[in-house]
């Protein structure tokens, strides 16, 4: 089972448009979180994300630290969707994904 998969951004970001192709995963258990830890510190390393971003896992949860972002932190509590979304990470719950987000491409792109 692949944990981090494509979707596309129904609604607009702030700056960013819809039809932007992200990256992202739920929370769903333990060894899944292990995997976003993985994922996140990798991007890090990759300088993907900002110099300094880092995850830290607390049982079923994580704390990323994003600095330069509007969200300097993040808590992925169980059941939450974090979404790469070009330079930066954003966490939303199960209701807000499955409104702004799709695994299908909207038509306009």
């Not at 976003?36 to 993907?48: D, T, Y």
């Not at 630290?65 to 300097?72: A, S």
Request: proline residues 5%; glycine residues 4%.
């Amino acid at each position: 089972m692949t944990v981090i998969n494509l979707y596309w951004a129904l609604r607009a970001d702030g700056d960013r448009r819809a039809g932007l192709m992200i990256e992202a995963a739920r929370n769903t258990d333990r060894d899944t979180l292990d995997i976003i830890r993985g994922w996140v510190e990798q991007l890090a390393a990759q300088a993907v994300l900002h110099a300094g971003t880092t995850i830290t896992v607390h049982g079923d949860t994580a704390t990323i630290r994003q600095p330069r972002q509007p969200e300097p932190e993040l808590t992925l509590n169980f059941q939450d969707w974090i979404i790469h979304a070009a330079d930066r990470l954003l966490v939303v719950d199960d209701d807000v994904f499955h409104a702004d987000y799709s695994a299908t491409p909207p038509i306009h792109i």
